[in-house]
């Protein structure tokens, strides 16, 4: 790898440039800097303000025959950067700091083996998408012949699907040959990281950040004696190097330090189609919660949690509440735990709890949340337990529930004149999360047509703009809304009441609605 000296600002995440050397484009190293906007000469002249451009993948991990998500997947890079696993979404995040080239996304699970190399051709300073597919372990009688048209060489025949021939996959600078082993590609192009204080310029050629010079390893550069202050959310490390602080990334203007989430898009759910509806296990469901293969349902009537599947509605197990369980506010599920939110118990019937039910041992703990508020709902990202308390949404951290960071809920005006024939008690009500943003609960009105469900959704990444980013108003026959649960483009809705209470009383029983948001 060679090392070009390019006059940038003295970020570890810098990529912004200015005009280029001609040598640069040939990969020799320069012997002094370029002038800077300011006149500088590049070195010690006055710098400019400091801009993040971190480079991160981000995905969707899927099964290649059913395109459901794929939660628990190890997501892992080469080069080597970050390892993590999927969240319930099949989604990831992953920074790759100053990689270059086309950078290997590398999938495995217990239950399936990844199709093909995932490669992504990484553009530095933003978010680059790296989708995997992977097919499930099932064995097939017939091997290759299983798969129509047969599969070419280098490949193999599994679930039905071709797949690479090599596993582990090969990386994106490699082949998998006829024998189902990795060569080297002559053609790929260079892969790497670059070392401290130097970025991927292209070719395989790293540049100083401005006023850093070349140490001689050919990858990273020295720490000048003038550093710039630090943008928002980051420090200074004991190098000297400006870097965000632990679980934080760069924005997407390159100006401040966000939580991961925060620095992806967000395209809002605006339509959804009922796919069908079942009768909710008991007669008072409140709260509903996934846990990736089955759909639990809280009721204050029976006092118990139900799990229930969705193919055939049958009751898996039961879990008893006691007389708490009449106080049953919501449910969350999350790292095999099921998390509970209760209005009050018997003892003190104004005291908002929760408690925790883990499904390997089978036993309820009570939890004692930091600075509570009275949730009105309850969900999970795949990473921290979010409560919808006041007019905020706060994630905690789902084994201590410390407050890991808050939304503020701006709410549109709309909601204070709306006259909707049933609403919650508060502001909004119970609490789901995909795709980036919470659907909540605002009320049911009746348009003449119908009883119109309305539900919000809030941006769960940018926690620094108004939150509302769309409405989504389904007629499913219903006027109360008793728990919300979505995962990928599946909404749950857990509805009680049917036809216009507010003229004629109707009722009817409680009930499991499925919507696609596809």
């Not at 696993?85 to 995040?93: A, K, L, M, P």
């Not at 797949?163 to 082993?181: M, T, Y």
């Not at 709260?287 to 118990?304: E, N, P, R, Y």
């Not at 507010?502 to 696609?516: F, H, Q, R």
Request: include cysteine.
């Amino acid at each position: 790898m060679r090392l070009a000296w390019i006059a940038i600002v003295p970020w570890l995440f810098a990529c912004t440039t200015s005009s280029t050397p001609a040598d640069v484009a040939t990969g020799d190293e320069v012997a002094g800097g370029v002038e800077g906007s300011d006149g500088s000469d590049g070195v010690d002249g006055t710098l400019g303000a400091a801009k993040l451009s971190n480079t991160t993948i981000s995905g969707l991990v899927k099964d290649a025959t059913t395109g459901k998500p794929i939660y628990n997947a190890t997501i892992t890079t080469d080069p080597p950067t970050e390892s993590l696993t999927t969240n319930q979404q099949g989604q990831y995040y992953v920074t790759v700091g100053r990689a270059f080239g086309a950078i290997t996304v590398q999938a495995s699970h217990p239950d399936f083996l990844q199709a093909y190399p995932a490669c992504v051709n990484l553009k530095p300073g933003v978010n680059n998408i790296g989708d995997v597919s992977m097919v499930r372990k099932v064995p097939l009688t017939d091997g290759a012949s299983d798969c129509f048209p047969p599969c070419s060489a280098g490949t193999t025949c599994l679930s039905g699907s071709c797949i690479s021939a090599c596993n582990p996959q090969c990386s994106c600078s490699e082949l998998c040959n006829s024998g189902a082993v990795c060569e080297a590609d002559p053609l790929a192009p260079p892969v790497g990281i670059c070392g401290a204080n130097a970025n991927p310029l292209g070719g395989g050629v790293c540049q100083c950040d401005n006023g850093f010079v070349p140490t001689g390893d050919g990858e990273s550069c020295s720490i000048p004696s003038q550093l710039q202050q630090c943008p928002e959310g980051s420090q200074r490390n004991d190098k000297g190097i400006c870097e965000c602080d632990d679980g934080k990334v760069p924005s997407v203007l390159g100006d401040k330090c966000l939580d991961p989430d925060e620095a992806l898009n967000v395209t809002a759910i605006s339509d959804g189609t009922v796919r069908k509806e079942w009768p909710t296990p008991g007669p008072g469901p409140r709260g509903i919660a996934f846990d990736g293969a089955a759909l639990w349902v809280g009721d204050i009537a029976m006092k118990k949690l139900f799990r229930t599947a969705i193919s055939d509605q049958q009751v898996l197990e039961e879990v008893d509440l006691g007389e708490a369980g009449a106080y049953l506010v919501d449910l969350a599920y999350g790292k095999d735990k099921l998390f509970i939110v209760l209005s009050g118990t018997p003892e003190a019937p104004n005291t908002p709890t929760m408690r925790r039910y883990s499904v390997d041992t089978k036993t309820l703990e009570p939890l004692s949340p930091s600075e509570y508020n009275s949730p009105a709902g309850l969900s999970y990202d795949g990473f921290n337990l979010l409560s919808l308390e006041g007019l905020r949404v706060v994630r905690r951290e789902p084994e201590n529930l410390f407050i890991t960071a808050q939304t503020d809920v701006l709410l549109d005006p709309r909601y204070a004149s709306a006259q909707y024939v049933a609403k919650p008690p508060s502001t909004l009500r119970y609490l789901a999360y995909t795709s980036g943003q919470f659907i909540a609960w605002v009320g049911t009105d009746y348009d003449g047509a119908g009883l119109r469900t309305e539900l919000i959704t809030l941006n769960a990444v940018n926690q620094t703009q108004s939150p509302e980013i769309g409405r989504l108003s389904l007629y499913i026959g219903a006027s109360q809304i008793v728990g919300i649960e979505a995962t990928g483009t599946t909404l749950w809705l857990a509805g009680a009441g049917a036809g216009n209470p507010a003229l004629d009383g109707g009722d009817s029983p409680p009930k499991i609605v499925e919507v696609s948001l596809d």
